[in-house]
């Protein structure tokens, strides 16, 4: 559905996208991550046709995104990270507004019940709160029947129970053969809907493969954690079965590489006697491999 070959975007002279190149397939839910100006929204809205590339080949269901982006916005839904609204506007206007530019839109109606807006229709837009305004574009970006759709931060300003729904939406949706590129900062959401992901920072795809092959990227085999005022920084920094540790007030976690992690921390504490207090021991996840990953790209970077 779409393939995206050596994409780069620029701003004047400030290269904010460099050479990525990915797929995705019919009925993929695709998973964007990376740190605050990776440039992944920079990336987007190149494919979305929203924003002119650099360089580098873009194809939407055969379509070129900027060339023929009139014919692209017929058939994908765009959510993007930050909408503006006229004031002015009811909900069902823009609603009506908006399915009167699509041959065969959705029923607003059911969307807006589907997102629990039913009640805010006659309400202007300014009144929304934050998370209705969130779900308001996300009706927005359902009402083309997209077959594509892009979703920018999605869930961002969502309650829990909204995000749970949204997820279930979506997994539907995708039955029906929708194909869905997503971008969140949420490393659960990734988890729970995604079947690809790729990692951004500073401009470049670090990683790119399915969510278990990314997730297990350092094979890290048990995160340990544990809360110890009194052991000094760099305490640790000899730990053989260690990959990192981390601090985060007294609160240490150790990411080890094999099961012998957690008898190497004990073993460090008991000899050299310092008190420790609720250690756990969980399985490493994708947020893990992410914050090592961008912590090695920065180093690579330094
Ligand atoms: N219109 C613009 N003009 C100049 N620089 C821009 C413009 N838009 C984005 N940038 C810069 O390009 C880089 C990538 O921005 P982008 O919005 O793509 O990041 P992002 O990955 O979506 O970040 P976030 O997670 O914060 O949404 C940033 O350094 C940003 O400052
Ligand atoms: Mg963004």
Redesign the pocket.
């Known amino acids: 559905m779409i393939k995206v070959d050596s994409l780069r975007v620029q701003y004047g002279g400030f290269c904010a996208v460099e050479d990525i190149s990915f797929n995705v397939s019919e009925q993929e839910i695709f998973g964007i991550i990376g740190p605050n100006g990776a440039g ?2 920079s990336a987007i809205e190149c494919i979305e046709g929203l924003r002119k590339p650099f360089s580098g080949k873009i194809s939407v269901m055969g379509l070129d995104p900027w060339r023929e982006r009139k014919r692209l916005h017929q058939v994908i839904g765009v959510q993007l ?1 930050d909408t503006v609204y006229q004031d002015n506007a009811k909900v069902w206007e823009i609603c009506h507004l908006f399915s009167a530019l699509y041959p065969h839109p959705a029923n607003y109606h059911e969307l807006l019940d589907i997102m629990g807006l039913t009640e805010k229709k006659q309400a202007f837009v300014s009144t929304l709160s934050g998370g209705q305004k969130q779900r308001l574009s996300i009706v927005l970006a359902l009402i083309p029947k997209p077959k594509v759709v892009f979703l ?2 999605l869930t961002t300003g969502l309650d829990p129970h909204a995000r749970h729904q949204m997820w279930a939406l979506l997994k539907e949706l995708r039955k029906d053969g929708l194909t869905i590129v997503i ?1 969140s900062h949420f490393m659960d959401e990734i988890e729970a809907i995604c079947d690809t992901v790729a990692v951004m920072n500073s401009g470049r795809m670090l990683i790119r493969g399915t969510v278990a092959e990314v997730s297990s990227r350092f094979n890290l085999a048990d995160k340990i954690s544990f809360t110890a005022p009194q052991l000094q920084d760099g305490a640790l920094a000899g730990l053989r079965h260690a990959i990192s540790v981390t601090r985060d007030r007294d609160v240490i976690t150790v990411l080890s590489k094999d099961n012998e992690g957690v008898n190497e921390v004990l073993s460090f504490l008991k000899e050299n006697e310092i008190a420790y207090s609720n250690l756990t021991v969980s399985r490493p996840g994708l947020e893990d491999v992410f914050l090592k990953l961008v912590e090695d790209s920065k180093v690579q970077e330094g």
């Open positions: 992944k929204t990270q920018d931060e971008v």
